[in-house]
């Protein structure tokens, strides 16, 4: 079974909805703080499977120094997976992701479900505290402080 089929399995089991590209698997999540976009991306050749949650938030230039701090101080807390902003155009996204070349069994349902989970409860936990540096009422520590200490548990 390819990484395919293995990733288009969890879903269909897992009654997500998806539609797909020659590039990917798109899924649109909503949890308690907002509604956003995902991509799976598998690369079978390599191994590996790619799960994004796309911020559905863009990022003035003006407040890159300050949603980058934001973001690389929730990072530091964070197992698996990790926020990235793109310099360019003011996204964001929360990547997780996994290697299994040669092992590609080792994709299971549960692997998935744990990566595909991992993310998307991570960008709903800290999309408050990116909405709160994007509209100048928080800054960026106090921010992730406010959300860690609401749920200090790590994802």
């Known amino acids: 079974m390819t990484l395919t089929d293995q ?10 909805e998806y539609t797909e590209t020659d590039a990917a698997m798109h899924i649109t999540f909503g949890g308690r703080n907002g509604i ?4 799976a991306v598998i690369r079978e050749n390599a191994g590996q499977f790619l ?11 003006e407040r890159y120094a300050l949603v980058a701090e934001y973001l ?14 793109d310099f360019d155009s003011g996204t964001m996204q929360y990547r ?17 479900k744990h990566l595909v989970y991992q993310n998307v409860l991570t960008m709903d936990k800290y999309l408050p505290g990116l909405a709160a540096v994007l509209d100048g009422s928080s800054s960026p520590a106090a921010a992730v402080r406010l959300i860690e200490s609401a749920d200090p548990d790590p994802l």
């Open 96 to 112: 997780t992701s996994i290697d299994v070349e040669g092992q590609e069994e080792a994709l299971s349902s549960l692997v998935i």
């Open 7 to 16: 990733v288009q399995r969890f879903f269909e089991e897992d009654e997500w």
């Open 51 to 61: 799960f994004l949650s796309l911020a559905p938030l863009t990022v003035p230039s």
């Open 36 to 39: 956003w976009e995902c991509l």
């Open 72 to 85: 690389m101080r929730a990072n530091f807390g964070l197992f698996i997976g990790n926020f990235e902003l």
